[in-house]
């Protein structure tokens, strides 16, 4: 059984840039959820993807978007990038009626200078 | 108001000590409760989760859910150096998790 992978693991970025982090998820899910973890923070919840659908969403700006593709693996698009966007960028995948039991990557830790 | 609250630490505690990690939150719509281990700089890791009030066991760690109190614990039992790590809560919400601050746990050999 394959877990959950991302890349890439480390990304440096300009403010005012654009970035696509990726994440394929762990056989059997059907469901990818985003989170972004500033330092010594937990998860904040970005969006979640079902069926190639945004199923809900967190308190982030509509610069922050994603993809799910049919082989369930996903996208996270952030445009425009600030300061305050670099953080530890996570991707957890589940199924959609165990949403609650959600496996983590490694994750894309992004810096922005 | 957060709704998910967890005392960031760090907790130290001597090798083989019993660690209790806690949280509270103020919503009464969570249904399920998790416990994560991450340790630093990687992903968090699903220790646990629970859905009812009560106790559930797994090997040493034991999560305790009190949805009276809003009060959720994790013990750890006989506690090891490799336990040091970052624990956190969480809880879902309509298809959302949410999420602790962390604990950091420091196991002092």
């Known amino acids: 059984e394959t877990g959950v992978t991302q890349s890439p693991t480390h990304l440096i970025k300009t403010r005012g840039q654009q970035v696509t982090l990726r994440c394929s998820s762990q056989?059997?899910?059907?469901?990818v959820s985003w989170y972004q973890q500033a330092l010594g923070q937990g998860p904040q919840f970005i969006f979640q993807?079902?069926?190639?659908?945004?199923?809900g969403r967190g308190n982030f700006p509509p610069r922050f978007s994603g993809l799910q593709f049919p082989n369930y693996s996903s996208e996270l698009n952030v445009n425009a990038l600030e300061l305050d966007d670099s953080a530890l960028y996570l991707c957890?995948?589940?199924?959609?009626?165990?949403?609650?039991?959600?496996?983590f990557g490694p994750g894309t830790r992004l810096t922005v200078t | 108001q957060k709704e998910v609250e967890q005392d960031p630490g760090p907790l130290s505690v001597p090798e083989g000590a019993i660690v209790s990690l806690n949280c509270t939150y103020s919503?009464?719509?969570?249904?399920?409760f998790m416990w994560y281990r991450q340790y630093s700089r990687k992903g968090p890791e699903l220790l646990m989760y629970?859905?009812?009030?009560g106790n559930k066991e797994d090997g040493r760690f034991t999560a305790q859910v009190d949805k009276s109190s809003k009060y959720i614990s994790l013990f750890i039992r006989d506690s090891q150096p490799s336990d040091s790590a970052t624990y956190l809560c969480?809880?879902?919400?309509?298809?959302?998790?949410?999420f602790g601050k962390g604990t950091r746990l420091h196991i002092l050999p």
């Open positions: 919503n009464s719509a969570f249904q399920y």
């Open positions: 969480a809880m879902n919400r309509d298809d959302k998790i949410i």
């Open positions: 993807y079902y069926r190639e659908e945004e199923n």
């Open positions: 056989s059997g899910h059907n469901t």
């Open positions: 957890a995948s589940s199924t959609k009626r165990e949403h609650y039991e959600q496996y």
């Open positions: 629970t859905y009812s009030s």
